[in-house]
């Protein structure tokens, strides 16, 4: 075994642990959500407020460091797939630490003020709404990082603008709109 394979297990393992929790949280949030479950949505928002810190920015940051490593020493940073997937870190941590936190912190406190309140839900509905677009920027990071994209592939490309577009819309206020022109 090289030092690349091992970097490269890092890099994957961290990868994992971050997109993949933070999926998990997302998941049973919505699925509270669509249950009308406000304490269940509510736990969900509190533990990622609670992990957001402690364990979602750790290991995005990992993932980045074992990525620059694997770029420093052995591929490059001018493939365009590397351009993307570092793009698309950029977008998600600041989506993290500039809404996520931010709102977690919010919430909390306002929670431990006044309890549950309308304008406590309705924070929470567009911290949902972030982590709608939010996770289309990760499938997209998940989809270039294995399908490694050259300009050459439009269909790849296009099929990731379309992820966006469609993680966009759904994110900020456009689902509704679907789905009222669909009934």
Not at 11 to 22: E, T
Not at 46 to 60: D, E, Q, T, W, Y
Request: glycine share 12%; proline share 2%; net charge positive.
């Amino acid at each position: 075994m090289d030092w690349y394979s091992i970097v490269k297990f890092l890099h994957v393992v961290s990868a994992i642990l971050w997109v993949g929790g933070g999926f998990v949280l997302f998941l049973l949030g919505v699925l509270a959500e669509r249950a009308g479950n406000i304490e269940d949505k509510l736990q969900a928002m509190r533990a990622s407020g609670k992990l957001g810190g402690r364990f979602f920015a750790p290991m995005s940051m990992l993932t980045l460091l074992f990525g620059l490593i694997m770029c420093g020493f052995w591929v490059g940073f001018s493939d365009l797939w590397i351009i993307i997937g570092l793009a698309g870190y950029a977008t998600t941590f600041s989506i993290g630490m500039l809404i996520f936190k931010p709102t977690g912190e919010r919430m909390g406190a306002m929670i431990a003020k006044e309890g549950v309140t309308p304008s406590v839900l309705a924070i929470g509905q567009r911290m949902m709404s972030a982590a709608r677009f939010d996770y289309a920027v990760m499938l997209v990071i998940v989809a270039d990082m294995v399908l490694k994209p050259t300009m050459h592939d439009v269909g790849v490309l296009a099929g990731m603008i379309l992820v966006l577009v469609v993680g966009a819309t759904l994110a900020f206020g456009g689902s509704r709109r679907l789905v009222e022109s669909a009934a």
